[in-house]
Each structure stands twice: as C-alpha cells, then as structure tokens.
C-alpha cells in the first residue's frame, strides 16, 4: 500500500487505480446500483491508497499528478462503478477549492484527513432556480461577528447527507452580483443545515443526490475559502478547472467498459451455430463503439495535456472534453444495449447500468446545451 506522501508517476497512477478498481470497487458494483448503497467502502478503498489525493500538491500531503492523472485515474474507477467514480470527483473538487484558495489553517484543518479519505468533501453549486448558472444562486451568506449565517437551499448535491464537508457557493453581498459570491466550507454537523431524502435517479444511483437546506446555519468566518466576492474564482478553479476533466474521465470509463462487454459478449453469443460477431450488423455497431471511445480518450488526454501547461486554458479544454465524452458515453452504451440485444436490456448484463450511468452525465457539470453555447462563445469572441 502506498502512503500519501510517495511520488507517483502517471502511469504507476493509472496502473494502480485500474488493479485497485478492479479487484476492489468493481465486485460491489452491481449491488451498489441496485440497493443505492453509498461506497463507503470504496472510499476508504481510495484513501488507504493514496487516490483521494491525486492532484493535490505534495506540500499538502497529496501524491500530485495533473489533470491528466486525474482524469485517468477517474476513468480507471468508473471502468468498475461510475457512482464511486462521481464521489471520488465530488471529494477533489472539494480538495482542490480548498488547496487553491484556503487558508493556511484551513488547509491544515481539513485536507490531510481528506487525503485518507478520513473526512469526505463534496461541492454544492446547484440550486433549483440557477441550472448550470452559478451567476444565478440566492443562498444567502450574511456576516454576523465572527460567523457568517447561511440561508437557503442547494439541490441535487453528490454524496449530500453522506460528506463530511461541503464547498458551498453563497451570496455573501446582494447588490454586488456575480462580485457578491463567496465560497463557504460548512460542515455536515453544522446547527442549521438539514438534508432533504435521497433522490430516486435514473442512474449514478448510489450517489446519494440530496437537497441542502440552510435555515440560519452559523458558519465561522474562518471557512471562507478564497477573498469574500471570489467565490466564482474558486469555483472556477476547483469545479470548472478541474471539476470537468474528472466528469470526462467517468464517462470515458463508462464507455470503454461497454465496448470491452460488447465484444465479449459478441464473441460468446452462439447463435445458430455462430457467434454473433461474424455478423457485419454487429461489426458495424462494435466498431463505432470503438472509436468513439479512442476519440474520447485521445480528446481527454489532450485537453487535460493543453490545460496542465496553460492553466488559463483550463476551462474551455474541460469544456470541450467534457461534453464529448459525455455524449459519446451515451451512444456506446446504447450501441451496446444493441449488441447485447435482449440480455442488454436486463440488469444481470451492465450495460443498462452503463446506459443509466452515462445519461446523468450529459446534465451534471453543465448540460450539453450550455456547453456547446459556451465553446461556440469562445470561437466567436462573444
Ligand atoms: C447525477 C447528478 C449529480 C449532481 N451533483 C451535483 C453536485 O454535486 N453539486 C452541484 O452543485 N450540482 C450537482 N448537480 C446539479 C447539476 O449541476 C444540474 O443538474 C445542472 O447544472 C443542470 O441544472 P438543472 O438540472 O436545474 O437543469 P435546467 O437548468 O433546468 O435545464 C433544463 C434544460 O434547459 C436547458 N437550459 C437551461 N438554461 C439554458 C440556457 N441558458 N441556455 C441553453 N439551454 C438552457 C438545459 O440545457 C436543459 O436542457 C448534479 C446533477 C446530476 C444530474
């Protein structure tokens, strides 16, 4: 077992994400999905390994790595159970946002327990009446002596009622727009926060997505994360700049587990005498499954690549990586529906959990819509 404190090389990363998702995240995942269990399990999994800590700096504990070991690493444990996967990037978000602009304090206080996976971090943005625009959150952030007290509500939050601690985006100066935005740790226990039941899903089912209620919940002012007024900067940093090449990695993995099914599946399948892969119908389907899911990993890694060395870039890169992978997730799992014919459309054979999986995918992180507006933007200059 490595300790956090060990380099590790990209390749060892992903070599040893994929042995350790393999052997130990994939065997539960059927069950998981099935009874919406959370991965705790898995979580511990991650942290006595030194995953959890995957892109944080050395100097904190973490085993570094960039965008690009982050995403494969994301990848390695989505190939085994894309729930476990989404926590996993819900708690380095939640990692960077604090490494990127915490407090000396508040990096000591929390992110050496984060790294072992000993104290769990999510990230809550979403509210029912802001979709994918930040810009348009009403969770309030009043400054109250040395607290600052929260009301309000986040809704559709990963791992909600499950972490430890929350980054959370309030308005901390209502006449100040998108300048009036703070970003606030709060923890599970806090007096005031509640969390609403868990929501019956499509997929991503043992997430655990709940609504966060803040009625006067009293947050101490040292767990402002950032300057007040830059709290869209540290979501930029942490959600945006990171965030999104994680979500691409999930679906990437998502996608390469049904291609591997499918052709196992078509070369195993006899029918009148034949396996099915001797069929050119079913030789058409597996090959486009194949190289959507080479686009998606050579776009991915070079996004992250482009975003490791030019920071700036990061967002749109992420943008970019994001919404294909997403979208071709969800056509190589449905392509693998097809080969796997009946048997694809039950629960014993995956690929419907694959289906399911991936679908979220296409709305978390900014739907589909938003993000091709957001990249034709940035060609147009608008
Ligand atoms: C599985 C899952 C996990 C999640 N986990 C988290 C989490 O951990 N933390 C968190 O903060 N959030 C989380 N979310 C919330 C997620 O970020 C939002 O669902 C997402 O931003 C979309 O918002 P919405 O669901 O309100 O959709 P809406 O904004 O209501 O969108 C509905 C439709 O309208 C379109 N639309 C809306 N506005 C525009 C526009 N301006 N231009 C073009 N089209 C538009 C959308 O593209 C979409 O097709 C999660 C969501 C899912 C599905």
């Not at 000591?108 to 327990?113: A, C, F, R, S």
């Amino acid at each position: 077992m490595k300790q956090n404190n060990e380099s590790f090389g990209q390749h060892e990363l992903k070599d040893l994400a994929r042995r350790i998702a393999k052997e130990r995240i994939a065997p539960n995942a059927v069950e998981r999905d099935l009874k919406c269990v959370f991965p705790w399990d898995a979580v511990r999994i991650l942290g006595e390994t030194g995953l959890l800590s995957v892109g944080v700096s050395e100097h904190y504990g973490g085993v570094g790595g960039g965008r690009t070991s982050f995403a494969s690493v994301a990848r390695e444990i989505s190939r085994a159970c894309a729930s476990t996967a989404l926590v996993y990037v819900s708690h380095v978000i939640a990692a960077k946002g604090i490494e990127t602009a915490g407090s000396e304090a508040a990096t000591k206080k929390w992110l050496p327990e984060m790294l072992k996976g000993q104290c769990l971090g999510a990230f809550a943005v979403h509210e029912p009446g802001c979709g994918s625009n930040a810009g348009a959150i009403a969770t309030t952030a009043q400054r109250d002596g040395d607290n600052y007290v929260v009301n309000g509500s986040k809704f559709f939050i990963t791992s909600a009622g499950e972490a430890d601690i929350y980054l959370v985006l309030v308005r901390t100066d209502p006449e100040k727009g998108p300048k009036g935005i703070s970003t606030l740790i709060i923890e599970k226990d806090s007096p005031g926060l509640s969390f609403g039941s868990a929501e019956d899903k499509m997929g991503l089912k043992s997430t655990s997505s709940r609504e966060m209620f803040f009625t006067d919940c009293r947050v101490p002012v040292g767990n402002l994360i950032g300057d007040e007024g830059g709290g869209m900067q540290v979501i930029g940093k942490a959600v945006v700049g990171w965030g999104f090449f994680g979500a691409a990695g999930i679906s990437a993995g998502i996608a390469r587990s049904a291609v591997e099914i499918s052709i196992r599946h078509a070369t195993e399948r006899i029918i009148a005498g034949q396996p099915i892969a001797v069929h050119q119908g079913v030789q058409f389907l597996i090959s486009d499954m194949i190289l959507g899911t080479e686009a998606t990993e050579a776009l991915l890694v070079a996004c992250a690549e482009r975003a490791d060395s030019s920071p700036d870039s990061a967002a749109l890169n992420g943008f970019k990586a994001k919404l294909f992978a997403s979208e071709t997730a969800v056509e190589v799992t449905n392509k693998a529906i097809q080969v796997l014919g009946g048997h694809g459309y039950c629960r014993d054979y995956i690929v419907e959990r694959l289906f399911r999986d991936a679908r979220g995918l296409t709305v978390h992180f900014k739907t589909s819509e938003w993000l091709r507006q957001d990249i034709a933007k940035a060609a147009l200059d608008l």
